[in-house]
């Protein structure tokens, strides 16, 4: 297997990197802008789609339009800016962040939210694909593990603070003002990065050659199924539990944000229990976060009706959905050891395409038939994917050793 890593980038592995915790955390409240962002309008779809007075399906489109732009500009950006300083890209990065929920925050129609819509995809593809393999940079190597993992917990984190606490201001103020607060953490994330990062010229160069190489792989084939079917049973259902716990629960506009924050706080515990458990037994990690979600969402449209099992299965779905980045993205590298970001390129791509197809196919069905249907459809794309993990984990249990990805040069 040949490797990405330029002679500049050799040499500074064989020197152990500086512990540089404060950029740690940088780069992760850089990632919880971005994914507060990116799903906020889950928590406000229904004051969105009255202001503008537009369908739940609709208003959807602000989830996928973003992930079909973050997948297409993983590649794009990766690859044009292959040889820039990290730090620069990452800086801008949160300057189009910004400048996202500052036009979403005073957009006159609902066309100008999904502008703000586009320049935020643009950012998850960059942002992540870069931000995502930089702990071995800032930290030696032995708390690189610890460092990934504070970076990670940036997703379970959106969803316990960022999500509940923009859609409570959402409510309270408008949801202009859930937009607007959120452009100007992003402003404060971009002086810290500015002041905290240090220079990080391109180590690895990313080559479009190097990506078709990594599809090619039965081991990256195999990640790219399982995320797929994963990420599109959650999020073609989960875009769609605020109308659904409004109108088949009942739950009063008020506690809305309360539910919400006990499915983020689930999901970091899942985020945890995933990092701790899928280097060992990744066939197993995965499989259980797949089933959990599958069990939650079959089983919202029928116990999901009165509150207390409502809260119960969005506790069994928050620790579902919190393993399911640490384990996919533990997949993709594992596929390609020797090329970290162009695995981070792929699971980027791959999560955010998939994460708009969802919405966009949730969408759709709301639209036509009705929130128990999409969940229940949801519900059976999880149980294909915990199928194919099983049978994954069969066939090398009969000693079929899987076939390596190959990168070209």
Known sequence: MSTLTTSAGAARSARPAPTNWPAVLSVMMGIFSIVTTEILPIGLL??????????????????????????????????????????LMLCAFMFLLASANFIAAGAPAYWAVLISRVLVGVVIGGFWSIGAGLADRLVPSRSTRRATAVIFSAVPLGSVLGVPLGTLIGNVEGWRVGFLVLGLLSVGVLIALAILLPPLPAEQVTRLTALRGMIRGVDTRFALLVTVLVVLAHFGTYTYVTPFLERSTHVPTSLITMFLLTYGVAGIVGNFLAGAAVARHPHAAFAVAGALIAVAILALPSLGRWEPGAVALLIVWGVGYGAVPVCSQAWFVKAAPHAREAASVLFTASFQATLSTGALVGGVIVDRTSLPTVMLLGGATAVIMVMSVGARRMLFAQGDTPVRSRIRR
């Open 46 to 87: 229904t004051s969105i789609g009255s202001s503008f007075t537009i369908s739940d399906g609709t208003a959807g489109l602000m989830m996928t339009m973003p992930g079909y732009l973050a997948a297409v500009s993983a590649p794009a950006v990766t690859i044009a800016t292959a040889r820039l300083d990290r730090r």
